[in-house]
């Protein structure tokens, strides 16, 4: 149900098509899934389906166009990055575990897998989710390093697309800055940020459409809870430098922003070239 709300809401306002794609296990009469024979399992399994997918293509508004598709696949992920590749899909939207009680994302085992493993976008869904969209705002969760220029160019070209405001933040964890070197840093982020923003969308910066900004915090959480919110809202985060061949690695700083965002979340895969950082002002005052 989460998942199919955010699918819905990224999709409001847009000519997007829907996908609305389950997942079966491979039938096979050695692998112990199906306790009955397997015709009479199959079809009890297939009926299952049909009602689920009718359900499902029910919720989706009137004014998104969607269809359903079922798919059979050694595992739930593998199911699901087949159907993302024979549709040529934009991004997988999935939703939180079950068991998110004290978190808004708790990544479960097919999340966990593609975002490890998907050559596309994964926008996940926070528990409950139910806003209808559409996006207004597209904040992106950038730094300095190798790869920041080519999400942050991802958030564009969405911005661009969506007609809708893009905000650029940037996150000053405190206790790993010393006190006397935050402005600089902070100077430094937003001059990377804005430099990157003017060579893909200057209309977009100059217009006031587009922001970059810093937000301070004595964690990297603390930081994030601080950032203005607001419905309408979804975040963009790059993948570890970890990932190789354009795909996702969620590292470990992305892991402790899902545990704090109240937003849908997408993570963009690494681009296979990815952009040279700039100097840092250290470096640059060593050369």
């Known amino acids: 149900h989460d998942a199919l709300a955010l699918a819905s809401f990224l999709a409001k306002g847009t000519d997007t098509e829907l996908i609305v794609a ?3 296990p491979e039938t096979s009469p050695y692998s112990g899934t199906h306790p009955l024979p397997l015709d009479d399992a199959d079809s009890i399994i297939g009926k299952q389906i049909d009602t689920w997918m009718s359900e499902a293509l029910a919720q989706v508004p009137a004014d998104i166009a969607a269809k359903g598709v079922v798919r059979s696949a050694s595992s739930e992920a593998q199911g699901l990055l087949d159907v993302a590749s024979e549709f ?3 991004a997988i939207a999935i939703g939180a575990a079950t068991t998110a009680l004290l978190r808004q994302f708790t990544v479960g085992t097919v999340a966990s897998t593609l975002l490890h493993a998907s050559p596309v976008p994964v926008a996940l869904a926070p528990a409950g989710f139910a806003e209808e969209g559409p996006v207004t705002r597209i904040t992106t969760l950038f730094g300095t390093r190798s790869g920041a220029a080519a999400l942050i160019g991802t958030s564009v070209e969405s911005a661009l697309q ?3 405001q893009l905000r650029l933040l940037s996150l000053v ?4 800055v010393p006190p006397s070197q935050v402005q600089e840093v902070e100077e430094f982020v937003r ?11 200057e209309a977009l910066l100059e217009s006031g459409k587009a922001t970059v900004e810093t937000v301070e915090g004595e964690s990297l959480e603390a930081a994030l ?3 203005n919110w607001k419905s309408g809202d979804v975040a963009f985060v790059g993948s570890s430098r970890l990932a190789q061949g354009g795909r996702i690695f969620l590292g470990a700083r992305a892991q402790r922003l899902l545990r704090v965002l ?5 993570v963009v895969p690494r681009a296979a070239q990815p952009a040279e950082p700039p100097k840092t002002p250290e470096q640059a005052t060593q050369q």
């Open 22 to 24: 389950m997942i079966t």
């Open 88 to 90: 040529g899909a934009v």
């Open 162 to 164: 969506r007609d809708v």
């Open 173 to 176: 964890q405190l206790d790993r």
């Open 191 to 201: 001059e990377f940020g804005g430099a990157v923003l003017a060579g893909r969308a």
């Open 225 to 227: 809870e601080r950032a």
């Open 262 to 266: 109240t937003v849908p979340i997408i």
